[in-house]
């Protein structure tokens, strides 16, 4: 999107405080970080306004506005469709990461980089920390890697990968939002109950994002890699019951079912809880727990709905 300068896109910025970047700035993550800072100068580029992976165009943005900071919301995320197009997911995930590392390295900017739970295999039973073994076991999961490993690579002092999961938002498609449309209707409403994870509200996610990047900026937060999840965990049939019984819905039209029984192309990962031991080390409070942020969350979707 192009507005004024040095607000949610528009001409180069000129004076003395750099702002912030942020690529996808239309999708669900996106939108909500350039709300998240309001009282900051921000460039805000949805994907009409920077291809990431035009290589020319991503390493002219970043010179003309000077950033202090990038936001990497840009993301190939279909997760099935994937399974047939890896290297159109690999073009956006891993290359538009490099590309974007690159800038940053070049123009002296921290780049925060938005990653998934995807890049682990899935059978853990227990949260996994940042400095687990990755493994995954799908296009999407192995292209995001590769993202990862671009901006470590690129940016060993000022790149910072952020992994989340199961995001929700006002904007855009996500299961939170599937979940109050269901809760509206008549009629049963079946949901798997055999993969676990971590419900992530969007806004808390973009709090997340940028008080990491003011703290890397002043040298409290190392580089390396974080978890962006809220805490606890939960199945989707648990989050589809606390949906329905936040809006007063019967949680009983709920009903369990198996991973199996959808028949999806790409597999999803059984346990996807990830632990967020970075967050203590960058001086910073943990995620809050995924039924708070819902309770909190839910008004704000509601008026999207």
Same mark, same amino acid.
């Given at each position: 999107?192009?507005?004024?300068? #040095?607000?949610?896109?528009?001409?180069?910025?000129?004076?003395?405080?750099?702002? %912030? $970047?942020?690529?996808?700035?239309?999708?669900?993550?996106?939108?909500?970080?350039?709300?998240?800072?309001?009282?900051?100068?921000?460039?805000?580029?949805?994907?009409?306004?920077?291809?990431?992976?035009?290589?020319?165009?991503?390493?002219?943005?970043?010179?003309?506005?000077?950033?202090?900071?990038?936001?990497?919301?840009?993301? %190939?995320?279909?997760?099935?469709?994937?399974?047939?197009?890896?290297?159109?997911?690999?073009?956006?995930?891993?290359? #538009?990461?490099?590309?974007?590392?690159?800038?940053?390295?070049?123009?002296?900017?921290? =780049?925060?980089?938005?990653?998934?739970?995807?890049?682990?295999?899935?059978?853990?039973?227990?949260?996994?920390?940042?400095?687990?073994?990755?493994?995954?076991?799908?296009?999407?999961?192995?292209?995001?890697?590769? #993202?990862?490993?671009?901006?470590?690579? $690129?940016?060993?002092?000022?790149?910072?990968?952020?992994?989340?999961? %199961?995001?929700?938002?006002?904007?855009?498609?996500?299961?939170?939002?599937?979940? *109050?449309?269901?809760?509206?209707?008549?009629?049963?409403?079946?949901?798997?109950?055999? /993969?676990?994870? /971590?419900?992530? %509200?969007?806004?808390?996610?973009?709090? =997340?994002?940028?008080?990491?990047?003011?703290?890397?900026?002043?040298?409290?937060?190392?580089?390396?890699?974080?978890?962006?999840?809220?805490?606890?965990?939960?199945?989707?049939?648990?989050?589809?019951?606390?949906?329905?019984? $936040?809006?007063?819905?019967?949680?009983?039209?709920?009903?369990? *079912?198996?991973?199996?029984?959808?028949?999806?192309?790409?597999?999803?990962?059984?346990?996807?809880?990830?632990?967020?031991?970075?967050?203590?080390?960058?001086?910073?409070?943990?995620?809050?727990?995924?039924?708070?942020?819902?309770?909190?969350?839910?008004?704000?979707?509601?008026?999207?709905?």
């Amino acid at each position: 999107m192009v507005g004024a300068p #040095g607000r949610r896109g528009g001409d180069p910025v000129t004076g003395p405080r750099r702002p %912030w $970047l942020v690529t996808g700035a239309g999708g669900t993550l996106g939108h909500d970080v350039v709300a998240a800072l309001a009282a900051e100068p921000v460039v805000a580029l949805d994907r009409r306004a920077l291809d990431v992976t035009d290589a020319d165009a991503v390493r002219e943005a970043v010179a003309a506005y000077r950033p202090a900071v990038v936001v990497n919301c840009a993301a %190939w995320t279909a997760v099935d469709e994937a399974e047939a197009r890896e290297a159109a997911a690999r073009r956006v995930n891993a290359d #538009g990461a490099r590309y974007l590392a690159a800038a940053c390295a070049r123009g002296g900017a921290t =780049l925060l980089h938005v990653s998934t739970d995807y890049v682990f295999s899935g059978d853990a039973n227990a949260p996994y920390p940042e400095d687990h073994p990755t493994g995954p076991r799908t296009a999407y999961g192995r292209t995001k890697l590769a #993202g990862e490993h671009a901006v470590r690579e $690129l940016l060993p002092r000022t790149g910072l990968v952020v992994r989340t999961a %199961w995001l929700y938002g006002a904007v855009g498609h996500s299961f939170v939002r599937t979940m *109050i449309r269901r809760a509206a209707e008549e009629g049963p409403v079946a949901v798997v109950c055999d /993969q676990r994870g /971590q419900p992530t %509200w969007s806004a808390d996610l973009a709090g =997340l994002l940028t008080g990491l990047g003011r703290a890397a900026r002043h040298g409290a937060a190392p580089p390396g890699v974080y978890h962006g999840t809220n805490g606890g965990e939960a199945s989707w049939y648990e989050l589809a019951r606390e949906v329905f019984r $936040l809006l007063g819905a019967d949680p009983g039209r709920v009903r369990p *079912i198996r991973s199996a029984e959808l028949g999806q192309r790409a597999p999803r990962p059984a346990y996807s809880v990830l632990a967020h031991d970075g967050w203590r080390r960058a001086g910073l409070g943990p995620p809050r727990h995924w039924r708070e942020a819902l309770a909190r969350a839910l008004p704000s979707l509601l008026r999207r709905a």
